[in-house]
Each structure stands twice: as structure tokens, then as C-alpha cells.
């Protein structure tokens, strides 16, 4: 990567969107993020994609903390898994699931331009689990950081993680998908006790589809 946070990362390019071997791809946000992730965090990173945010977090991170990916995608994965190894970040794990607020095996389609999402009438069937129940069973650390853009599902993501989130506290980078879900989403987490503000100073609330939450 050529500029940024993520500056000398490995990528390989024509994976993903240009700007993210450029460096300036969503460039607030990352910029946020990276200051959020601070040495020895642990990051869940869900709806990780090709891996932008989970390199950033790694490298912000450091050895001494932890990267969890969660990517459903197939077409994902292996640029996913071949970036961490790349750029030999031995502190990510890949956990090849979606988020949702119950398990299952779950209906999921390839839009394009590596990019999906769970829906009724995907073609592809993926395995789902909710956050609370795999922190659990594989005794994950808790979060300082959750990343969250799954292309419509936030409010299940959520939902399936109400212990850890509120149970840890941890600083939310939210992206909502649809006026419905990003009016849940707020709901929820104020009803949880988190101040929102919009990642973009310039929107509301109301306006904006990425906040992050405290």
C-alpha cells in the first residue's frame, strides 16, 4: 500500500477496489480506526472482506495483540488469507463464518467487486454463528475494537453478540445498509448505553450511514 496508515503493506493488486492497494481507500474511517487501535488490542473485524481493516488493525495492534477476521465470503477468503500471510501477521485468525443472531447454515450471494451479502434468495449456502456463541466456545479475547459492515445484517450482528458487546464495551466502527436497519441499529446501541456520533463530522446522525460508537 502506498500511502496512509497502512503504508508498506503487502496487497495484491486488482483485489478489491484500487484505492485499497493505493492506501486511500475509505480514507476517514481508516484513519479513525487506526487511531482506535492501539498496541496490544484485540480487534474483531466482521465482514472482513480481502482484509483492509484486519491488516490495519494487525499492524496497529502489534504482536502482543489480537485479529479476528470473519469472512463468509468463498470468494474472499483466499485474497483474505493470502494477505495476512503476505504480510506474515501471525496475530489474525480467519474464521470462515457470518455473524447473524442465530446459527444455521444461511443463504448468501456473490454481488460482485468481492463484495456480498446473506439474503433469502443467495445461491451460495454459508455457515452462520452469533458472536456471543463463538467468543464463547473458542474462549476468544474480548474486544477493544469491533468492525462491522455486512452489507445489510448489522442488526442480527448485534444481536447475536449482546453479551460481549455490552459485557466489554468495545469501540463500534458501524456501516448500515437501508433507512430500516441503520434506525434499529441506532435504537439498539442507545438503548445499550453507547454514544453515537456519525463518522462523517459534516452528517447527522440521521444522515449518516457510518458511525462509530462509544
Request: with cysteine.
Amino acid at each position: 500500500m502506498l500511502i496512509g496508515p497502512a503504508r508498506g503493506l503487502r496487497w495484491v493488486v486488482g483485489v478489491g477496489l484500487h484505492g485499497c492497494w493505493l492506501g486511500t481507500y475509505e480514507w476517514r474511517k481508516q484513519s479513525r480506526f487506526a487511531r482506535a487501535v492501539t498496541s496490544g488490542a484485540t480487534v474483531y473485524d466482521i465482514g472482513a472482506n480481502t482484509g483492509f481493516y484486519t491488516l490495519l488493525a494487525a499492524r496497529r495492534a502489534g504482536a502482543g495483540g489480537n485479529v479476528h477476521a470473519f469472512e463468509p465470503s468463498p470468494r474472499n477468503l483466499g485474497p483474505l488469507r493470502e494477505h495476512v500471510r503476505l504480510n506474515r501477521f501471525d496475530q489474525v485468525t480467519v474464521h470462515p463464518v457470518a455473524l447473524s443472531d442465530h446459527a444455521g447454515e444461511l443463504a448468501f450471494e456473490d454481488t460482485g467487486s468481492f463484495t456480498g451479502r446473506l439474503t433469502r434468495h443467495g445461491s451460495l449456502k454459508v455457515r452462520a454463528v452469533t458472536l456471543d456463541q463463538i467468543a464463547h466456545d473458542q474462549d476468544l479475547p474480548p474486544p477493544s475494537v469491533l468492525k462491522i459492515d455486512v452489507e445489510g445484517a448489522e442488526l442480527s450482528v448485534l444481536r447475536g453478540g449482546q453479551q460481549t458487546i455490552t459485557g466489554h464495551r468495545p469501540v463500534i466502527f458501524l456501516a448500515t445498509h437501508g433507512c430500516e436497519v441503520q434506525a434499529a441499529c441506532r435504537r439498539l446501541l442507545l438503548d445499550w448505553g453507547f454514544q453515537i456520533e456519525a463518522l462523517d463530522p459534516h452528517q447527522t446522525l440521521e444522515a449518516a450511514d457510518e458511525w462509530i460508537a462509544r
